[in-house]
């Protein structure tokens, strides 16, 4: 790599660091934003430093927002008795594309995982609970993900809010859509079978 | 995609126009970007903005260089009687990671493409020409691409130079190293067949 002059190694470098971009990757994007014209690149670096800038947590769902609340808490036309609990701001934006959620958000921020040394009061959780009391909320949507981390965390809060007089739920795991049932996993296809449901 | 802040749109849409880089990975370089620390971002900006201003072409061979000359051709240990020509500085980067050349670079930035309206005078062929005449060449190596194009353009530099004393090679074409002979294409085979040479 030492064919390049240093301020193109520089960025190489740094662009190779982003999540899934290997070095070829990098070289190919660096040699194009030096084709590209400069004002295309400045408004590129600009959009960087601004989203670091802009981007803060959502008062209310501790979601991305430019501003003290996010559009989707900010919309009166959204059902705030419906709470649905994530655990990352991506996984907010996955169940708003599915537009099958008109209610709330609430974003633990990561998942229950003592093997990693997070516990309870290192995600949202009493957070959660303190909106459970102070707002009128008829139910709660676990959609923390399906692995052990986020079952164990879907378990422990719907345990915590045992004594609120609040509907909880879990969003439903099983054969994904357009599926073959001989493409699916065991473990996936017997949650299928468990949580069978009438027609 | 409203669902994000728009600093997060913009730079979803700004990252996603990069060649080879879709919506989905915009979305999740962005996220990365937004979870690393400011000075990362900041500096990537950086970077980004600092190889369009510093890079210019080499006066010499007309690569990617950050002074007048590329660090190719001010090095006096090359051998500057063979002169490697080739069409984008990409390509003479690829020459120098094979290791199997330790002359001196032309790079032509473009190839002979008469349906896009590009003749000789839009490629640095004249350039090349004044070279060979200033300068004790003993050999040039027509490193262009092996499509329409690269074909065109190698066999009209090897017409031009014909009434110089100099050697013109061409970079041999055939079977890649490592491959099978059952998916190597017909014309590649077939120019491995008329291009074979003794062992």
Redesign the interface.
Known sequence: M???????L??IN??S?????GEK?A????????RSP?K?????????????D??RLCKKCYG????DL???CGDSTRDASILCVVEQ??D??AV??SGAFRGMYHILSGALSPMNGIGPDDIRINELISKIEGRQVNEVVLATGTNVEGEATAVYIAQCLEKYPVKVTRIASGVPMGGDLKYVDQVTLKKAMETRHGV
Not at 40 to 52: C, F, H, N, P, R
């Open positions: 030492t064919y390049y002059p240093s301020s193109i520089d960025l740094k662009i660091k982003l999540p899934g971009i990757t070289e190919r994007l660096t040699l194009h934003i030096l400069r295309d690149a400045q408004e590129l670096a600009q959009s960087i430093v601004k989203v670091k802009t981007v991305l927002s430019d501003s996010c559009k989707i701001p991506a907010m934006v708003e594309k």
